[in-house]
């Protein structure tokens, strides 16, 4: 499998990343079935894991940390913090206090010495970006990190965050993991170009947008998510009765048209189009299933040619998302009134 360097770190990646959220009772409740999907995913060249603190509240993390067992040297591991893992209010963010706890934990869950990546798993509005750098900067001189890195930062608090790192002297961010899908194209416009400016290396997420080109949607006789599906998402990312779900399945329609004609499967299709952005390092996938890890490791090695990425932009326009309601990461000052109104 094709190797890429993660963000001017020196450290070799894969181009693709095993993602394990569905690992776990979120997913794959079956430890033993996941335990043997990542290794078949470190047997087929996969050398980077991302996981995370939330997924499946901690069992993802004891998941991968049992898999790795005697294999530990040779992944680059990755895991993330800032979401709930209780129900006080200090059990969450990007505060100094959770920060300590929470490196302290994964490292527990995945019962290794250190972490390759660790990255803010989303901005926090009543953290100083400040403080949480200062944190991030003593775990990596302690030795307990490796590399800092952030995910869903929009553009702007990219550029703050690493404002912030070379004025205080902080490590500063060398990653961003945001969505970017043929459906969901809009951080072309703004999130790739700022992560290129500063040499920060791109750890995409939900190149099937969850689901929508797993090529079991769309046409007219196309299938619709599951029940079991929809209760794992957001169920309004599959309503069809919404404009912007419709607009994806017109759009589906017409991908699976192209990978047709191209010869292609359209996860192929849509994890290579990915891979073709030049600020892309790797793309995560994360299948729940062996058959789904098997059948995304078959496109690995496919990458497209101009003109196949030219239809693509005729059948989604660069820098667009198909459902513009849908987001991953609203902004305070849009979600809550009291941030607009005196």
């Given amino acids: 499998m094709e190797r890429r360097v993660l963000g001017g770190t020196g450290i070799s990646v894969s181009a693709f990343t095993l993602g394990t959220m569905m690992l776990g009772d979120w997913g794959n409740g079956d430890r033993d079935d996941a335990v043997r999907m990542v290794h078949t995913a470190l047997d087929a060249g996969i050398n980077f894991v991302d996981t995370a603190d ?9 998941i991968v940390g049992a898999a790795l067992k005697g294999r530990r040297d040779d992944v680059v591991l990755a895991t993330k913090f800032h979401n709930p893992m209780g129900p006080d209010a200090n059990h969450r963010g990007n505060s100094r206090r959770w920060i300590v706890r929470a490196v302290e934990d994964s490292l527990r869950r995945l019962d290794t010495d250190w972490i390759d990546l660790y990255q803010v798993h989303r901005p926090d509005p009543d ?3 400040d403080e949480t750098l200062s944190a991030l900067s003593d775990l990596v001189r302690s030795g307990k990190v490796r590399a800092v890195g952030t995910s869903a930062f929009p553009a702007e608090q990219l550029v703050e965050a690493q404002w912030t790192a070379e004025r205080r002297g902080h490590v500063r961010p060398r990653t961003e993991q945001p969505p970017y899908s043929i459906l969901a194209r809009g951080i072309e416009a703004d ?4 992560a290129q400016r500063y040499g920060m290396g791109v750890l995409t997420w939900s190149p099937l947008s969850a689901g929508w080109l797993s090529g079991r949607y769309g046409g007219p006789d196309g299938a619709r998510p599951t029940e079991a599906h929809r209760s794992a998402m957001l169920g309004s990312m599959y309503d069809p009765a919404l404009p912007g779900n419709a607009a994806k399945l017109a759009a589906v329609t017409e991908l699976k048209a192209l990978a047709a004609e191209v010869g292609v499967p359209l996860p192929h299709l849509a994890t290579a189009f990915v891979l073709a952005h030049p600020a892309v390092t790797s793309v995560i996938i994360g299948p729940r299933t062996a058959d789904q890890l098997a059948g995304l490791l078959a496109g690995a090695d496919l990458r497209l040619d101009g003109d196949v990425l030219d239809r693509i ?24 009134a009291r941030l607009r109104r005196r």
Wanted: overall charge negative; charged content about 25%; cysteine-free.
């Fill in 127 to 129: 953290t100083d970006i």
């Fill in 54 to 62: 939330m997924y499946s509240a901690g069992g993802s993390e004891e």
């Fill in 191 to 194: 999130v790739l170009p700022t």
């Fill in 313 to 336: 932009d005729a059948i989604v326009p660069p820098g667009t998302n198909v459902n513009e309601d849908e987001t991953f990461y609203r902004a305070p000052e849009l979600s809550d």
